[in-house]
T-cell receptor, first 115, second 113 residues
């Protein structure tokens, strides 16, 4: 399995600002994903982070609000822009290790609180 | 579309009790099925998986069998411990150009000493 780290682990931000979350993997992976877990809820896929091209967003998520970068096969960032209290959630990145289709491994998550 | 339905929590049991958390799915074709666990304050960990009908996934004393005839993947453990207290998510995945996992709503499990 891959070892995944995220920074920051938590943050408190004011509305109208932005937060950038980093995801680092200890090995090269083709597929990286970003999820949101709202309080007491399950996980919802935000987008697939594609290396060398624009991210693929799920219905209800747009690039202007959630810009994603994927400069190489071990790193990605998710920015949550123009924050509102409704953005308070845990944001998780996950990877599908090369050679292990169907499986995903998750980072520890970033807990965001918007005041 | 694909979906996963799991029993609502919270579930509270005494230590050493038998655990069942029900999970059923709707999907075309032959999805892979998973149970993930989220301990307090942590991210998700893959607990077990099954990739075809009649497969049994097992890990840490937990088991689940892929039942295509009933479209189910119930999680069981014969004797739970306080350390099993967590939120458990049933999930499915169908491989495509962008692999996606569909999660159930999660079941919170609390074990009393």
């Amino acid at each position: 399995s891959a070892v995944i780290s995220q920074k920051p682990s938590r943050d408190i931000c004011q509305r109208g600002t932005s937060l950038t979350i980093q995801c680092q993997v200890d090995s090269q992976v083709t597929m990286m994903f970003w999820y949101r877990q709202q309080p007491g809820q399950s996980l919802t896929l935000i987008a697939t982070a594609n290396q060398g091209s624009e991210a693929t967003y799920e219905s209800g998520f747009v690039i202007d609000k959630f810009p994603i970068s994927r400069p190489n096969l071990t790193f990605s960032t998710l920015t949550v822009s123009n924050l509102s209290p409704e953005d308070s959630s845990i944001y998780l990145c996950s990877v599908e290790p090369t050679g292990h289709p169907y499986e995903q491994y998750f980072g520890p998550g970033t807990r965001l609180t918007v005041t | 579309g694909d979906s996963v339905t799991q029993m609502e929590g919270p579930v509270t049991l005494s230590e050493e009790a038998f655990l069942t958390i029900n999970c059923t799915y709707t999907a075309t074709g032959y999805p892979s099925l998973f149970w993930y666990v989220q301990y307090p304050g942590e991210g998700l960990q893959l607990l077990l998986k099954a990739t075809k009908a009649d497969d049994k996934g097992s890990n840490k004393g937990f088991e689940a069998t892929y039942r295509k005839e009933t479209t189910s993947f119930h999680l069981e453990k014969g004797s739970v411990q306080v350390s099993d207290s967590a939120v458990y998510f049933c999930a499915l995945s169908r491989y495509s150009s962008a692999s996606k996992i569909i999660f159930g709503s999660g079941t919170r499990l609390s074990i009393r000493p």
